[in-house]
């Protein structure tokens, strides 16, 4: 099992940058396929990210496509999302997510077995 916690979020305006950090307790992190996911108000909790267990493989969203970038350092059990160019449609609670299964990353919500908290991420025009 495994323990996940975000930080990072916070308000900027559009077009600046944040770093997200998710930082991973319990299980080695290498275990995992490793994702981020967001979930605006009224809307459902879509997919953003997603890296292999040694961060060899990445996926994104097009929407985040070129802006985003997802990484990890298994040494220190955590995760990052990079986010540049950052638009207010970009706003919404970000989540990290571990799946313990797949072999490659996965895009799909339901294959993943962990979630932290979330963090909020709020870009102003």
């Known amino acids: 099992q495994v323990q996940l916690v975000e930080s990072g979020g916070g308000l900027v305006q559009a077009g600046g940058s944040l770093r997200l950090s998710c930082a991973a307790s319990?299980?080695?992190?290498?275990?995992?396929?490793m994702g981020w996911f967001r979930q605006a108000p009224g809307k459902e909790r879509e997919f953003v990210a997603a890296?292999?267990?040694?961060?060899?493989?990445?996926y994104y969203a097009d929407s985040v496509k070129g802006r985003f970038t997802i990484s990890r350092d298994n040494a220190k059990k955590t995760v990052y999302l990079q986010m540049n160019s950052l638009k207010p449609e970009d706003t919404a609670v970000y989540y990290c997510?571990?799946?313990?299964?797949?072999?490659?990353?996965?895009?799909?919500?339901?294959?993943?077995?962990?979630w932290g908290q979330g963090t909020q991420v709020t870009v102003s025009s």
């Open positions: 319990g299980r080695t992190l290498s275990s995992y396929v």
């Open positions: 890296i292999s267990n040694y961060g060899v493989t990445t």
């Open positions: 997510a571990a799946d313990r299964t797949s072999y490659d990353p996965s895009t799909l919500l339901y294959d993943y077995d962990y």
